[in-house]
């Protein structure tokens, strides 16, 4: 094997030799590397009695460490796709693992909770810089049928990958292997990370980057710094009363993601290029289907939460079993994605997309009885599994379908950056879940009311289901052909991944 082979084979030479033939190597690469990326989303939901006993975190420092990661993952996504663009997909790949694997390192030294906090933004952004490039370099290297069943494995490997993360942590932290405790759920990446990216810089092929694409670093800094003023008081209101603060950081986050709308127009009208493509945010159905994936994905990831808070504080389960206890909700969610991808999205369109948040509002209220019928000397996870299960069915119905039929709205030409921006206010709205689902359960269980906190919780997720219901009446009757949605241009709709990244 010549060093031109794994190196530098561009489309021309692979179109006149043959696919590249490493490609199947360099898919494992990029489900390993990002399935780490997302399982960081999650992966600490469960390590916050031990955080609280080394580093003396609170509420909402416990937050801050879940949540902080997905604002910069969120808040970064979009400008980490544009310098994949200008740079080449395979080197951010490279910058975006080995900043990946570093954070994790500094993560498990951290040695105070405002370092692993830093750590954990700073993790974040590598993690933008990371994920956008993995499915534009397996669309650099697969085409045609082999593209197909890339995405058919890809998709499907990475949508579990965020709910998965407690389990994989409540197995480290309870092992305590080489006393490490919950400094273990960021060490795990380093072998990996490292393994990744030395397979990576071997046989992922150079690709050279489009120089002439200019990044829009105004518009970054605006979606950031709104970002920003909306999580900030979300994770510290209820902490500090709600003063005048809080609020006025929020209406300056509207004004913020306003200005960068107008900003982003004037960008486009100047001759320049934005970081969103403007025709998008004229699309009523694509500017409706993001508060959809907002609404959504905001209530998952904060409910999840609360289950794993349920069973750490209110009854006393070890990180082992509350990241077992998470087992019900992951096989719901595999059960509810098969049945959804495989027989109702194409048969009944829409229709999927009201009946997921249906039969997750009856599993709320399963779970809701559940709690209520609790007997605190003898709970076990057994009590509360058939309301999580269904609610898990429900919204693996969902998550299997959504992102396809939000991108309905959207031209071809658009679609890279129609998926950047959804997998965004994905991130985004999780990291604003986990803000406000904190928050109105340690309203109530700081008072010792534990099963109240997680009836508030499912009260809100109610609201939320409701409204994204009402939405999706908004959305497209039928999703992206099945052609478009496995072409070389339609990578996003088969990404199940970047909805659950961060649970």
């Given at each position: 094997?010549?060093?031109?082979?794994?190196?530098?084979?561009?489309?021309?030479?692979?179109?006149?030799?043959?696919?590249?033939?490493?490609?199947?190597?360099?898919?494992?690469?990029?489900?390993?590397?990002?399935?780490?990326?997302?399982?960081?989303?999650?992966?600490?939901?469960?390590?916050?009695?031990?955080?609280?006993?080394?580093?003396?975190?609170?509420?909402?420092?416990?937050?801050?460490?879940?949540?902080?990661?997905?604002?910069?993952?969120?808040?970064?996504?979009?400008?980490?796709?544009?310098?994949?663009?200008?740079?080449?997909?395979?080197?951010?790949?490279?910058?975006?693992?080995?900043?990946?694997?570093?954070?994790?390192?500094?993560?498990?030294?951290?040695?105070?909770?405002?370092?692993?906090?830093?750590?954990?933004?700073?993790?974040?952004?590598?993690?933008?810089?990371?994920?956008?490039?993995?499915l534009g370099l397996l669309r650099e290297n697969?085409?045609?049928?082999?593209?197909?069943?890339?995405?058919?494995?890809?998709?499907?490997?990475?949508?579990?990958?965020?709910?998965?993360?407690?389990?994989?942590?409540?197995?480290?932290?309870?092992?305590?292997?080489?006393?490490?405790?919950?400094?273990?759920?960021?060490?795990?990446?380093?072998?990996?990370?490292?393994?990744?990216?030395?397979?990576?810089?071997?046989?992922?092929?150079?690709?050279?980057?489009?120089?002439?694409?200019?990044?829009?670093l105004t518009g970054a800094a605006l979606v950031?710094?709104?970002?920003?003023?909306?999580?900030?008081?979300?994770?510290?209101?209820?902490?500090?009363?709600?003063?005048?603060?809080?609020?006025?950081?929020?209406?300056?986050?509207?004004?913020?993601?306003?200005?960068?709308?107008?900003?982003?127009?004037?960008?486009?009208?100047?001759?320049?290029?934005?970081?969103?493509?403007?025709?998008?945010?004229?699309?009523?159905?694509?500017?409706?289907?993001?508060?959809?994936?907002?609404?959504?994905?905001?209530?998952?990831?904060?409910?999840?939460?609360?289950?794993?808070?349920?069973?750490?504080?209110?009854?006393?389960?070890?990180?082992?079993?509350?990241?077992?206890?998470?087992?019900?909700?992951?096989?719901?969610?595999?059960?509810?994605?098969?049945?959804s991808g495989a027989f109702l999205a194409d048969?009944?369109?829409?229709?999927?997309?009201?009946?997921?948040?249906?039969?997750?509002?009856?599993?709320?209220?399963?779970?809701?009885?559940?709690?209520?019928?609790?007997?605190?000397?003898?709970?076990?996870?057994?009590?509360?599994?058939?309301?999580?299960?269904?609610?898990?069915?429900?919204?693996?119905?969902?998550?299997?379908?959504?992102?396809?039929?939000?991108?309905?709205?959207?031209?071809?030409?658009?679609?890279?950056?129609?998926?950047?921006?959804?997998?965004?206010?994905?991130?985004?709205?999780?990291?604003?879940?986990?803000?406000?689902?904190?928050?109105?359960?340690?309203?109530?269980?700081?008072?010792?009311?534990?099963?109240?906190?997680?009836?508030?919780?499912?009260?809100?997720?109610?609201?939320?289901?409701?409204?994204?219901?009402?939405?999706?009446?908004?959305?497209?009757?039928?999703?992206?052909?099945?052609?478009?949605?496995?072409?070389?241009?339609?990578?996003?709709?088969?990404?199940?991944?970047?909805?659950?990244?961060?649970?």
């Open positions: 094997m010549e060093v031109s082979d794994v190196h530098d084979p561009s489309p021309t030479q692979d179109e006149a030799t043959g696919p590249y033939r490493w490609r199947w190597l360099i898919l494992a690469v990029m489900i390993v590397a990002e399935i780490m990326d997302l399982l960081d989303a999650s992966i600490v939901n469960v390590a916050g009695p031990d955080l609280e006993k080394s580093l003396g975190a609170g509420s909402v420092g416990l937050q801050w460490v879940i949540g902080g990661y997905a604002l910069t993952l969120g808040a970064g996504l979009v400008l980490g796709g544009r310098l994949g663009d200008r740079y080449g997909r395979r080197r951010m790949f490279l910058i975006g693992l080995a900043a990946f694997t570093t954070s994790s390192l500094l993560c498990a030294a951290a040695p105070n909770i405002g370092s692993l906090i830093a750590f954990r933004l700073l993790q974040g952004t590598a993690g933008a810089m990371l994920l956008p490039q993995g697969f085409s045609g049928p082999e593209l197909t069943k890339v995405f058919a494995i890809f998709g499907p490997v990475l949508g579990l990958g965020g709910i998965i993360g407690p389990v994989l942590g409540g197995f480290l932290i309870e092992g305590d292997f080489f006393g490490l405790g919950w400094r273990s759920v960021f060490l795990i990446n380093l072998p990996v990370g490292i393994a990744a990216l030395v397979v990576a810089a071997r046989f992922v092929p150079r690709k050279a980057g489009d120089r002439t694409v200019r990044v829009d950031a710094i709104s970002c920003a003023l909306l999580v900030l008081p979300l994770n510290q209101g209820q902490e500090n009363g709600w003063p005048l603060w809080t609020w006025l950081s929020m209406a300056a986050s509207a004004i913020g993601f306003a200005l960068f709308a107008l900003q982003q127009r004037r960008t486009a009208a100047a001759g320049r290029e934005p970081l969103i493509t403007p025709g998008l945010l004229r699309k009523p159905a694509f500017t409706v289907g993001l508060g959809g994936i907002a609404l959504f994905f905001g209530g998952l990831i904060g409910t999840q939460l609360v289950l794993t808070l349920f069973l750490q504080i209110g009854r006393h389960f070890t990180a082992g079993e509350a990241g077992l206890g998470n087992l019900p909700l992951a096989v719901g969610t595999a059960i509810g994605g098969a049945v048969r009944i369109g829409r229709k999927v997309l009201q009946i997921g948040p249906l039969v997750q509002l009856a599993g709320a209220a399963v779970l809701w009885f559940e709690l209520d019928g609790l007997d605190a000397a003898t709970f076990s996870i057994r009590d509360i599994v058939p309301g999580v299960a269904v609610a898990g069915i429900g919204a693996g119905m969902v998550i299997a379908a959504l992102f396809g039929f939000v991108l309905a709205a959207v031209d071809d030409e658009e679609i890279g950056s129609a998926s950047g921006v959804l997998s965004a206010v994905q991130a985004v709205g999780g990291s604003i879940g986990v803000a406000v689902f904190g928050s109105v359960f340690f309203a109530r269980a700081e008072t010792g009311d534990f099963t109240g906190g997680f009836h508030r919780a499912l009260i809100v997720q109610a609201g939320l289901l409701a409204v994204f219901l009402a939405i999706t009446f908004l959305l497209p009757k039928q999703g992206r052909p099945e052609d478009e949605q496995h072409g070389t241009t339609t990578e996003p709709a088969t990404d199940p991944k970047q909805h659950l990244a961060t649970t």
